[in-house]
Structure formats: structure tokens, C-alpha cells
């Protein structure tokens, strides 16, 4: 681990990483303990989980976690390992249990609390009490829809760690707008270089021809990071009224927004693996799962309001397919930024002056993986 510890010297030289941060393996699995394991995290949103038992499973830094709804817009989230012999027992990636689950290879019983209810001929073990094995425990908190999990031993609030942007995206209404259409996206990529290529536009001009027709890629008004995150707000070009495939608004304005909010676009990512896009008509949602040091599971979601799904002229299309275009210029050249990083060749480069989240980012990724 002393390996870990080396300064980098990046305090006075603001220069990308060295390659090892996106390519080891013995950092990677540091940044998944201290990172990944050691955070809020975003898991799916809770109109996905909405009835009771309804489940989605997130496998991520080397656990396997189910997040359960209750029934009243919550959740609960357990490890996704029996508690007799440690078998996984669910294999499903999301589904419905009907009032408990069991494991498949002898049996033993759990209820939605987690609560082991059934184990069979167990009884016969001197000393053997039920209520000693619950599944094991995952804090699981809800933020305007957004379920969030924490696998830390003794976690802060999940509100701690979102700090101001509860009240600042509350007129969006997030929790009451609904997913209608997901992709999944492999990309061959450390999950780092995800996060930074989405928290500078300076590629927008070259990568993007389609986003640059509807954004300015100086155009950026970014807050001040923080510790869990960086974000900003981009407008539109004149004649461009939200991000889809021609700049046609085809929904209604979110009902809670006023002012600028109606012509920008919101742009945060909240680490570790939560990029919230924000426009004045829907919500794109994407959370990153990393897989190995060039390897990252991605799901974008985007979210609509109810109003409009419900509408017989209700379209999404237009949205999706902007998206999933610059989207998968995103990963494309996300992968070839890996493929250089990785070979014999790269050195650490500057960063320009418009590049300071992406610096701040790694900041808080050394920091962590760093301090503790
Ligand atoms: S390992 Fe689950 S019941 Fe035996
Ligand atoms: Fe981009």
C-alpha cells in the first residue's frame, strides 16, 4: 500500500494524473474501499422500486447489494449474501420478491426487513438464534427520487454529503418525474476519465458537433466544487429551447422553474457516480459503475413529467437520441484517452485553466484514497 501514499506533486503543477491511477489494479481496488464502499452512491431511482419488494441489484466495489422499496417511496438495501454458508441469493439484476427471499441453495428465509424467518433443521444447533443472522444491513436514503446506498460501517447522513443541492435543484421537481427510457453503455474506460470528460466542454467543438450547435462550449458558469461535487450551468443558443436532436422543446417547461433555469441546461457531477444533467423539460440521469481500472458500466436514464408521459402526443425520442449520440461520442473518446494513458508513451500533461474541475476531481479522488 506505500505505493498509495506517494505524493504526487501535483500542489503546485496542476497536470493530469500519472498513468498508474488508471490502470492498476492495487489503486483501483483502494479507490473502490475508500471511494465506492466508503460513500453515498446513486443506485436507480425509486419509482423503479416502488412497491413493496420490488428490487434492483448493484454489484460495485466488490459487494453485491439489493435495494428493496418498502411501499411508501423508501427503501431498504441488504448484502446480498445469506447469512448461512454466504451464498449469493439473488442472481437477478432486478424483479419482485413476493413478500421474502430465499436462498436457493438450502434454504434459509428472509422477510423484507431483512429478518431471517426461516432455517431449516437450524433449530437442532445448540445456541442457534434466528435473530442473530438478519441479512446484513446497507443504509439506503432517498433524495427527490434518487435512491442513494452506503456501505460504510457508520455512515454520515446522506445530506452531509449532498450539502447545498437539495435546495438548489428543489424547483426541478425531481421526484416527480419518471423514468421512460434506459441504456446501458460498456465502456472500455477507468471511470475517472468518465467523470472529467463530463466536466469540461473544451472537447464540445471537435467531439460534439451536434451538442455544440446548441450550447456555447465557453459558455460554462460553474459554482464552486466542493468536496462531493462540481457542477455548472451552460445556456442555450439563441433558437435552441432544450438538448434534443434539433433544439425543439417538444414537452412543456418543468412546472417549478422560473427565469434563467428555463434556458440552461445544469450540468453536476456528484461523486463518486452521479452525473445529473438538468433541462428545462427533463432530467438525464447517469450513474457509473466501474468494473476494472479500463473498465466501466454505465446507466443512463432519462426522467419526464408525469403530465407529459401522460399525453397521447407524448414524445421522448428526440431527447434519448441527442443524447445517446453525444453520449457515445463521450465513450468513444473516453477510450481512447485510456488507450493513450495506458501505453508506454504518456507522461502526465497540463491542465488549462478551463480544465480546474478536472484537477479539483482528482484532488478529491487522491484525497480520499489518501487520507485514510
Ligand atoms: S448458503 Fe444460504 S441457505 Fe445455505
Ligand atoms: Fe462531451
Known amino acids: ?139 439506503c436514503e432517498v433524495w427527490d427520487g434518487h435512491v442513494f446506498i452506503n456501505m460504510s460501517a457508520q455512515p454520515t447522513p446522506l445530506a452531509a454529503q449532498l450539502g447545498d443541492l437539495p435546495e438548489r435543484f428543489a424547483p426541478w421537481g425531481m421526484a416527480d418525474l419518471r423514468m421512460a427510457h434506459r441504456v446501458e453503455y460498456d465502456v472500455k474506460a477507468n471511470w475517472k476519465l468518465i467523470v472529467q470528460n463530463y466536466n469540461e466542454c473544451l472537447h464540445c467543438p471537435i467531439i460534439h458537433p451536434l451538442l455544440n450547435r446548441m450550447h456555447h462550449y465557453l459558455g460554462a458558469a460553474n459554482v464552486p466544487s466542493t468536496e462531493t461535487y462540481c457542477g455548472g450551468a451552460m445556456g442555450l443558443r439563441d433558437g435552441v429551447d432544450t438538448l434534443s436532436i434539433d433544439g425543439v422543446r417538444r414537452r412543456a417547461l418543468l412546472p417549478g422553474l422560473t427565469g434563467g433555469d428555463r434556458t440552461r441546461v445544469n450540468y453536476f457531477a456528484i461523486y463518486p457516480n452521479f452525473l445529473l444533467t438538468l433541462h428545462p423539460d427533463y432530467m438525464l440521469t447517469i450513474t457509473i459503475w466501474p468494473e476494472a481500472p479500463n473498465r466501466t458500466r454505465l446507466v443512463g436514464e432519462w426522467h419526464f413529467h408525469p403530465d407529459e408521459i401522460a399525453r397521447p402526443d407524448f414524445v421522448f425520442a428526440d431527447a434519448v437520441e441527442f443524447w445517446d449520440v453525444t453520449n457515445r461520442e463521450d465513450w468513444a473518446i473516453s477510450e481512447r484517452s485510456q488507450q493513450g494513458i495506458s501505453s508506454r508513451g504518456y507522461q502526465p500533461g497540463p491542465y488549462s485553466n478551463r480544465e480546474t474541475q478536472l484537477w479539483e476531481f482528482d484532488e478529491f479522488v487522491l484525497s480520499r484514497v489518501q487520507s485514510q
Do not use: K
Open 1 to 139: 500500500m506505500n505505493s498509495l501514499m506517494e505524493t504526487t506533486g501535483r500542489a503546485t503543477s496542476r497536470q493530469t494524473l500519472p498513468g498508474r491511477y488508471y490502470t492498476d489494479v492495487a489503486w483501483f481496488n483502494a479507490e473502490m474501499d475508500r471511494v465506492f464502499a466508503a460513500m453515498w452512491i446513486a443506485v436507480c431511482r425509486v419509482d423503479r422500486i416502488a412497491s413493496r419488494g420490488q428490487f434492483v441489484r448493484r454489484d460495485v466495489a466488490g459487494a453485491s447489494v439489493l435495494i428493496i422499496g418498502d411501499g411508501h417511496g423508501c427503501a431498504r438495501a441488504f448484502h446480498n449474501v445469506c447469512r448461512h454458508r454466504g451464498t449469493r441469493l439473488c442472481a437477478t439484476d432486478s424483479g419482485e420478491f413476493a413478500g421474502s427471499i430465499q436462498c436457493p441453495y438450502h434454504a434459509w428465509t428472509y422477510d423484507l426487513e431483512g429478518r431471517l424467518i426461516g432455517a431449516p433443521l437450524m433449530d437442532d444447533v445448540e445456541g442457534f438464534r434466528r435473530d442473530a443472522h438478519p441479512l446484513q444491513r446497507v443504509a
